[in-house]
């Protein structure tokens, strides 16, 4: 059972737009920031999006973050067969757990 | 630009410490912090542990009894050592940089965790 909730899948066709939610609590991500890792099939996981929507050098403007409240958004427009991943939310955690935690982790499949 | 690699055995018998160590080339592990983060077969990623280049470290809570991380300056490389291993303990493990940062607002802490370069991950199986 994972700190933060991401739905286990979504999808959508080429070409179109697709939003991934992590869903936590005032003590993860509700007070602090939150990266977004995509994890393409056999390799390790990639940092897309830091501190709720700030993108790393190299990452395409495709790729979007939002934060509100105690919940992040991953934001994927133009979407194309190489987006096809799993892709993690992460944040830091203030209170007994684990101090740094992530989501489950989402399935894209680009139809 | 710099590459994380991580080596050590790829299987570890049950009861016994697995030990890994990661490499960092094309840059100074001075600065940063330093992460170690597994993933079991078919789940999602699991956060060990980071150490700082002074030595300071921070271990999950559920396996603190069990971690230790350390760094070797003079090396370039920072390792993992995990005791009393079970089958749970099969995974992929990744070692990656990590950079942490606390802001101190007006009542609250708020902090600001991510890893921007990863290794390829190195595969541990827990077996007799």
């Known amino acids: 059972q994972s700190v933060l909730t991401q739905p286990p899948s979504v999808s959508a066709a080429p070409g179109q737009k697709v939003t991934i939610s992590c869903s936590g609590s005032s003590s993860n991500i509700g007070n602090n920031y939150v990266s977004w890792y995509q994890q393409l099939p056999g390799t390790a996981p990639k940092l897309l999006i830091f501190d709720n929507n700030k993108r790393p050098s190299g990452i395409p403007d495709r790729f979007s973050g939002s934060k509100s409240g105690t919940s992040a958004t991953l934001g994927i427009t133009g979407l194309q067969t190489g987006d096809e991943a799993d892709y993690y939310c992460g944040t830091w955690d203030s209170s007994l757990s684990a101090d740094v935690v992530f989501g489950g982790g989402t399935k894209l499949t680009v139809l | 630009q710099v590459q994380l690699q991580e080596s050590g055995p790829g299987l570890v018998k049950p009861s016994e410490t697995l030990s890994l160590t990661c490499t960092v080339s094309g840059g100074s592990i001075s600065s940063y912090y330093w992460s170690w983060i597994r993933q079991p077969p078919g789940k999602g990623l699991e956060w060990i542990g980071y150490?700082?280049?002074?030595?300071?470290?921070n271990y999950n809570p559920s396996l603190k009894s069990r971690v230790t991380i350390s760094v070797d300056t003079s090396k370039n490389r920072f390792s993992l050592k995990l005791s009393s291993v079970t089958a749970a303990d099969t995974a992929v493990y990744y070692c990656a940089r990590s950079t942490v940062t606390m802001i101190q607002g007006v009542i609250n802490r708020y902090y600001s965790y991510y890893m921007d370069v990863w290794g390829k991950g190195t595969t541990v199986t827990v077996s007799s």
């Open positions: 150490i700082y280049n002074s030595g300071s470290t």
